[in-house]
């Protein structure tokens, strides 16, 4: 069984380019999560899926963030006009549904590195 | 925004010793989970607390959970130079698949 997977594993862009940064969850796994991750912080929340649909996209810093998972399972995070700031760890996590709801234990990716110069 | 603060948030300790690293938290919780990073990378699961809960065990993993509070401790006993990592505390507020509010983490590390 494998575990979340994220291409690329490095990712190096430069300042106004466009970005796309993919994500594998677990097969089966209903919920998706995007998070991000600065130097010495905490991941940070930034959008969550429930099936294909966003279930909470609060955490999106702007309108030039967007992600997509049009079948359910594979997610994109898509960043325009990237800055030097979105310079960080993008971590992927996916977790399973239950009728009750379950523990909410998420399994996490090892993360696509965005450095932009 | 970030929910949690671990304390300290350095840690180093000789092998064998035990470490213990502290998480306080603002909201109200369903359960109460810490992760290991190892090299900013990939965060690994490690133990989840319920918030009807207070104490649970792991191998050689202790967690307490006070909701009174508001914090949590997580003890790693007989301490190995492989548990040199950061460890995070996250918090969810309500039951099912909610995201997580993570920490700042505690670095940890382990001298053989």
């Known amino acids: 069984g494998a575990g979340v997977s994220q291409t690329p594993s490095n990712k190096v862009t430069e300042k106004g380019k466009y970005v796309e940064l993919r994500c594998d969850p677990i097969?089966?796994?209903?919920?998706l999560y995007w998070y991000r991750q600065s130097l010495g912080q905490g991941p940070e929340f930034l959008i969550y899926?429930?099936?294909?649909?966003?279930?909470?996209d609060s955490g999106l810093p702007n309108d030039r963030f967007f992600a997509v998972r049009p079948e359910g399972s594979v997610s994109t995070l898509k960043i325009q006009r990237t800055e030097r700031g979105d310079s960080a760890v993008y971590l992927c996590?996916?977790?399973?549904?239950?009728?009750?709801?379950?523990?909410?234990?998420?399994?996490f990716g090892p993360g696509t590195r965005l450095t932009v110069l | 925004s970030q929910q949690g603060e671990e304390d300290p948030q350095a840690l180093s300790i000789q092998e064998g010793e035990n470490a213990t690293m502290n998480c306080s938290y603002k909201?109200?919780?369903?359960?109460l989970q810490w992760y290991r990073q190892n090299s900013g990378r990939g965060l690994v699961h490690l133990i989840l607390?319920?918030?009807?809960?207070r104490e649970k065990h792991s191998g050689r993993l202790r967690v307490t959970l006070d909701t009174s509070k508001k914090s949590s401790s997580l003890l790693i006993t007989a301490s190995r130079a492989a548990d040199t990592a950061s460890y995070f505390c996250?918090?969810?507020?309500?039951?099912?698949?909610?995201?997580?509010?993570f920490g700042k983490g505690t670095r940890l590390s382990v001298i053989a």
């Open positions: 607390i319920r918030s009807n809960e």
């Open positions: 899926f429930q099936g294909t649909g966003a279930a909470d």
């Open positions: 996250a918090t969810d507020a309500s039951s099912g698949n909610t995201p997580l509010v």
């Open positions: 097969s089966g796994h209903t919920a």
């Open positions: 996590a996916s977790s399973k549904t239950s009728p009750s709801g379950g523990d909410g234990e998420q399994f």
């Open positions: 909201t109200s919780i369903n359960n």
